[in-house]
């Protein structure tokens, strides 16, 4: 899994990267805005019908399959870059597949995590899996940035393919029976149609509600972190922006002490959720703070700092939500409530990535880091408390 998370952190890279030379970087912002709304529109699409057609064919061949079709996506890709076919058409053609393999990944990644890890909670099972994937994107982003910035784009999309080779070949051996993976979780209801008898729930509507906004203000950082070094002159682009996207994904390897330390506080009888975020937003709003008064050299120091706390912050509160999520699921399919919640964060992904899109192209990537920050707080503060508080 580390290398296939590498692979996915050199791939974005590369594909932003190709979008934000686009037309000499004029509107570059724009167009990787184009890219990811195409990629995370697709996934809010399919995400809902995962759980069926896992249900139906079995998690671990749906999984191994799509990870043999991650791996022709990129490789094609990379092949028609390279031989000069232009980056930012191929990009886009195909981001709705890539987004259709990501909304796989997103529902059974966490699950196929938490069997291994079955005896600790889904937050913490994640925060220890952040750990391991956080090092490995933390090398894959340096590793890219050198790599694009030598030989090209186009090399970054075949690695993110050959990363995913390994993984295909232990699920290839799972399959076979040459390895015992536990099974895969899911909860103890059936129905299909479960979706709107979940968003019954006031508890779950919240959490749901929470995991948007979080990703409309936070999802972009790392997506669009080309065109905001672009706005903010760091150079070399693609080594500055790799340098500040290792710096968040080393963050994640401090994840398990922030899970830690708000599952400490959900027992105490407080809200874990409001405070992951408030804790996210004041790192965000510490980026747009030092990114006023810093420059060059000073500035790029400075959000490797905040990166690390960032990394750790962002990745402990989406492993809080779904720690929350499995709490007040109660006899809901985990799968589907999964899915429902993965539903609503994609669907608002592309709104964020459009408006950070405009933001750092009409204005400059401080003033979006700024606006998404005061809006997280904003919003976590109104939610409030949460209607009812279950242990994870």
């Known amino acids: 899994m580390g290398l296939s998370a590498s692979g996915s952190t050199i791939a974005m890279l590369g594909a932003t990267a190709i979008a934000a030379a686009t037309g000499d970087g004029v509107h570059g912002a724009l167009w990787t805005g184009a890219f990811l709304v195409a990629l995370f529109t697709a996934k809010a699409l399919v995400i809902r019908f995962v759980p069926g057609v896992s249900n139906r064919f079995g998690p671990e061949r749906v999984f191994m399959l799509t990870n043999l079709a991650a791996i022709l996506l990129w490789a094609g890709a990379g092949i028609l870059v ?46 220890r899996v952040s750990v391991a994937r956080g090092l490995a994107c933390a090398i894959g982003a340096i590793g890219a940035g050198v790599l694009i910035n030598t030989a090209g784009p186009g090399y970054a999309l075949i690695v993110r393919a050959v990363f995913a080779v390994p993984l295909l070949l232990v699920l290839h051996g799972a399959s076979r029976g040459t390895t015992a993976p536990p099974p895969l979780v899911t909860g103890s209801g059936s129905d299909p149609e479960v979706g709107p008898s979940i968003l019954a729930d006031p508890a779950i509507r919240r959490v749901i509600l929470l995991a948007a906004v979080l990703t409309v203000t936070t999802a972009p950082v790392a ?79 400075a959000w490797v700092l905040i990166g690390l706390l960032f990394g750790g912050a962002e990745s402990s509160s989406h492993s809080v939500v779904l720690g929350q999520l499995v709490a007040n699921a109660g006899s809901f399919d985990l799968r589907h409530a999964m899915a429902s919640m993965k539903f609503a964060m994609n669907l608002a992904a592309p709104a964020g990535f459009v408006l950070w899109a ?8 401080e003033a979006a880091i700024v606006i998404a920050s005061a809006a997280l707080i904003l919003v976590t503060l109104t939610v409030g408390r949460a209607p009812k508080m279950i242990d994870a």
């Open 358 to 365: 405009v933001l750092i192209d009409q204005v400059n990537a």
């Open 223 to 301: 997506g669009m972190i080309v065109p905001i070094a672009q706005s903010l002159r760091q150079t070399p682009l693609v080594i500055g922006a790799s340098i500040m996207l290792a710096a968040m994904s080393a963050g994640e390897l401090l994840s398990p002490f922030f899970v830690h330390r708000y599952e400490h506080r959900h027992q105490r009888g407080h809200d874990p959720m409001s405070a992951a975020l408030l804790v996210v937003a004041s790192a965000l709003l510490a980026f747009g703070l030092v990114s006023m008064v810093l420059t060059d050299r000073a500035e790029l120091a």
């Open 82 to 127: 390279i031989s000069g076919s232009p980056g930012i058409l191929v990009i886009l053609i195909i981001a709705p597949f890539a987004g259709v393999v990501n909304a796989v990944f997103a529902i059974e990644l966490p699950l196929l995590s938490h069997a291994y890890l079955s005896n600790h909670s889904m937050a913490a099972a994640n925060a």
